[in-house]
């Protein structure tokens, strides 16, 4: 999520800039983004899925995989020695890219910037591993 916070990427070039940079941290490794109002998104959705306390200019960036995700994130995150078993080894790999993607946005800008993934917004949402 994106929020004008009295500075930083507020304008449409802006926004473009932060996707463009999110899409070259991510689109190699199976994933888009496209932006979101999340003022917008509240408006359409039940309570229990809002997003509460952003200002009305808040802009998130939903981020979701695609296709060629398993063959160019997922099998090269779970064999490269990056994953550690503590959890979901899927949950772990998103994260990580992901990660990777929040801490380049933080590079490029002093926005107020912060990387929610579905599975740790609600419970019910959460994805459980089979134990072995």
Not at 5 to 10: E, Q, R, S, Y
Not at 55 to 62: N, S, Y
Not at 118 to 128: A, D, G, H, N, W
């Amino acid at each position: 999520m994106i929020e004008n916070g009295g500075g930083g990427v507020t304008d449409e070039s802006g926004l473009k800039a932060v996707q463009q940079l999110l899409d070259s941290r991510l689109n190699e490794f199976g994933f888009e983004t496209q932006p979101l109002l999340l003022s917008w998104y509240n408006a359409r959705v039940a309570p229990k899925f809002r997003f509460e306390h952003v200002c009305g200019d808040t802009v998130a960036f939903c981020v979701t995989s695609v296709a060629n995700m398993f063959e160019h994130g997922f099998l090269p995150f779970l064999f490269g020695g990056s994953c550690v078993n503590e959890r979901s080894a899927l949950d772990e790999c998103i994260e990580f890219h992901l990660k990777q993607a929040c801490q380049a946005v933080a590079a490029f800008s002093p926005i107020h910037f912060k990387g929610l993934a579905t599975y740790s917004l609600l419970l019910s949402l959460k994805r459980f591993s089979p134990k072995l």
